[in-house]
């Protein structure tokens, strides 16, 4: 059985990414009795930090796991490592002794405990003195629901996270309510400023990235673009005469560079210098999801044996979030694009032969388990498949923004 894993980004005040909360699910089509299902789940998640490796899911960073009342009593969380890992209690747990007691064995040893979807009643009192951190759903709770939990007494003044943040205003508000930790897809949604012009370098930059994904790289195309800008074209050459090729004699032009990479490091330096230029001061957890979005993509676009999609693939998950990159309306910049029919219908009107390859990778990236069967029905792609190549996109992407 498959295990899929997705994550999402928990962020700071400053909008770093600070720790990544992992969800699973060992199949689309599972369905297991309470006690066995809580076993599985461990299981599930040991077995992921195994195979899989820590460094590729959170890059480092913490790991918010959730954790049933079950195995919070079994003890379950002490079997992983403690500076690696968030022991989030869910609020279907029932604040009982026997959880109590567990609960401070685990503080004890050093875990970090959290309170998930918490709203304050007396029962959970001894709980909210234990746990560090405490997780508000910002979206359902009302405000005075939220400010009666955050005032509660502790001996401990806990660190309050507010979930399910989708805009920026919502971002906002929740900063000067005292929250200093956030999770939710707001970084993806663009703050629109109106009458701002798209910069002409950056125009350039998306267009190269464009050509650089056909399936016939055209190379007097892009050489022409590289030579509009001084400062890739200086990058470029400055890359290809590093050490790391060990190159006898100097690069000296463009047409020489780009013949010696290749398709494949081509597509990848464009890639990287494109999105470090344009992302700006933006949060990191936008280039980390264009980056996955696109070679997810292109990756699915090879399994379902459509290798004539997976360059327009790359492109489309490359660009999928230049709304909230750019802070301007889709359409807008997609205007000053030439992109394929294809890819314009995926990214405005949701729809067409590549859409359902984005929405696969959107429904993945939020652990949104029950849209992704239709779109794993749309690519006629096996379920077995997918967190392989999700997986290899995390890791892509994290070798891809560490060059």
Known sequence: METFVARQPIFNTKKQIVAFELLFRNGMNNAMPEMDGDLASYQLIANSFMDIGMQTLTEGKKAFINFTENLLIQKVPLMLPSKDTVVE????????????????????????????????????????????????????????????????????????????????????????????????????????????????QYLNLLQITAESAMPDMD???????????????????????????????????????????????????????????????????????????ARFCERLGVATEKPGLSSQLFTLGMFSLLDAILDEPMDKILGQLSLSRDIERALLEKNGPLYPFLSLAEAYEKGEWDQVPKALAAIKLSETLVPGLYLEACEWSRNLTAA
């Open 89 to 200: 209690i869910l609020e279907t747990v029932h604040p009982t002794v026997e959880v109590i007691q567990a609960c401070r064995e685990m503080a004890g040893k050093g875990y970090v405990l959290a309170l998930d979807d918490f709203i304050y009643t007396p029962e959970w009192k001894e709980l909210t003195e234990i746990a560090r951190i405490i997780k508000i759903d910002f979206m359902n709770t009302s405000p005075e629901k939220i400010r009666e939990s955050m005032a509660m007494e502790t001996k401990r003044k806990p660190v309050f996270l507010a979930e399910k943040v989708e805009t920026h205003e919502q971002f906002a508000m929740a900063v000067a309510m005292g929250f200093s930790l956030f999770q939710g897809y707001f970084f993806c949604r663009p703050e629109i400023i109106r009458g701002r012009q798209i910069q002409g």
């Open 219 to 293: 190379f007097d195309r892009i050489e022409a673009l590289i030579h509009r800008d001084v400062g890739i074209a200086y990058t470029l050459l400055r890359y290809i005469n590093s050490a790391f090729f060990k190159r006898i004699r100097e690069i000296t032009s463009i047409r020489q560079a780009l013949v010696l990479l290749g398709t494949d490091e081509i597509r990848r330096f464009i890639a990287i210098i494109t999105l470090t230029k344009i992302c700006g001061n933006k949060p990191e957890a936008l280039m980390k999801a264009s980056c996955i979005r």
